[in-house]
């Protein structure tokens, strides 16, 4: 099975500053990369993700990068708001095969953004 | 957010007993998925259901088991096998049928608390 690691555990920093959260996996055959976060009391909800044949996608201040070969995929928050405080989990996907539709989470990073 | 249902939201049981927590959604979704959720851990699969009638283990099934007669629910029972039942459990539906990138939407979550 998928054996998933998020660095770092919890990470702080100021409004305004730059967030990277990195996922590191082991399954070569993963082939999709999203990102979902779960708000303090708040279901978890999808905010990115990738496929294997994209190297980086962005959506307003927020970013994937995915690197195949050292099999890790990284979370980037320009300019974080104290909104952006929550965990954000990632879950690389076999999205075809016996895993079918399965997801993998990673243990989560908690992200906390001082006004 | 709508249209996945957990019920009830907090859930209090004595050891030695059985429990359902119910999962229900009006997505026209195909394949619905349980987590527990601890501190530290991420999401972890108990069970997943890509079609009515047709339900797999996950990582973490032991102890715990589902029914999927119907497209819309998918109860979980906590049964008294389980040894640390004591967590937070989410539901999650997704479109399913073929379709391999797809989101998971996730319920509110029930608590289960064992007395």
């Known amino acids: 099975g998928e054996n998933v690691e998020q660095h770092p555990s919890t990470l702080s920093v100021q409004e305004g500053d730059s967030a990277v959260i990195k996922c590191t996996y082991s399954?070569?055959?993963?082939?999709?990369f999203p990102w979902y976060k779960q708000e303090l009391g708040k279901r978890p909800q999808l905010i990115i993700d990738i496929r294997s044949n994209v190297g980086e996608k962005k959506d307003q201040r927020i970013a994937v990068t995915l690197n195949k070969t050292a099999k890790h995929f990284s979370l980037h928050i320009t300019e974080t708001q104290p909104e952006d405080s929550a965990v954000y989990f990632c879950a690389p996907t076999n999205a075809g095969g016996t895993s079918y539709g399965k997801l993998t989470f990673g243990q989560g990073t908690i992200l906390t953004v001082h006004p | 957010d709508g249209g996945i249902t957990q019920s009830p939201k907090y859930l209090f049981r004595k050891e030695g007993q059985n429990v359902t927590l119910s999962c229900e959604q009006n997505l026209n979704h195909d394949a619905m998925y349980w987590y527990r959720q601890d501190p530290g851990q991420g999401l972890r699969l108990i069970y997943y259901?890509?079609?009515?009638?047709?339900?797999q283990k996950g990582d973490i099934a032991e102890g715990y088991s589902v029914s999927r007669e119907k497209k819309e629910s998918f109860p979980l029972t906590v049964t008294s096998a389980q040894k640390n039942p004591t967590a937070f459990y989410l539901c999650?539906?997704?479109?399913?049928?073929?379709?391999?990138?797809?989101?998971?939407?996730f319920g509110p979550g029930t608590r289960l608390t064992v007395l």
């Open positions: 259901s890509q079609i009515v009638n047709d339900f």
């Open positions: 999650a539906s997704s479109i399913g049928g073929g379709i391999a990138y797809n989101e998971q939407f």
């Open positions: 399954d070569s055959a993963s082939n999709y």
